[in-house]
């Protein structure tokens, strides 16, 4: 059955690193895109970045553009989340998820853009939790 599980969360200081993985079992990531997600206490669950399935472009939130990047590892069947130069407001419990509407692309007239909505994503991994703390 599909099935995500992320791993590599933790305690970091500010401006420091970590690096989140998210393996994929039950499918491959050529059929299914993944993405990223946080939610802190209190918050709605954010969009954070997702991978699309057909050629691995990535998109980004605002919050974390710049900062983060995602990557896969076809042969592994595992997606990573780069996550540089962390802020204290980037603590929360990580997730990745999947589905068949998972990072969907559309075509503005000028570039490709995708909506990281949690809606569209039908399997989720338990969680990963990163706190970001001097």
């Known amino acids: 059955q599909v099935q995500v599980v992320e791993s590599g969360g933790g305690l970091v200081q500010p401006g420091g690193s970590l690096r989140l993985s998210c393996a994929a079992s039950?499918?491959?990531?050529?059929?299914?895109?993944i993405g990223w997600f946080r939610q802190a206490p209190g918050k709605e669950r954010e969009g954070v970045s997702c991978?699309?399935?057909?050629?691995?472009?990535?998109y980004y939130g605002d919050s974390v553009k710049g900062r983060f990047t995602i990557s896969r590892d076809k042969a592994k069947n595992t997606v990573y989340l780069q996550m540089n130069s962390l802020k204290p407001e980037d603590t929360a419990v990580y997730y990745c998820?999947?589905?068949?509407?998972?990072?969907?692309?559309?075509?503005?007239?000028?570039?490709?853009?995708?909506?990281?909505?949690?809606?569209?994503?039908?399997?989720w991994g338990q969680g990963a939790q990163v706190t970001v703390s001097s």
């Open positions: 998820a999947t589905g068949p509407g998972a990072c969907p692309e559309y075509y503005s007239g000028t570039h490709y853009y995708t909506l990281l909505s949690p809606d569209r994503y039908d399997y």
């Open positions: 039950g499918f491959t990531l050529e059929q299914y895109s």
């Open positions: 991978i699309s399935k057909s050629d691995g472009t990535t």
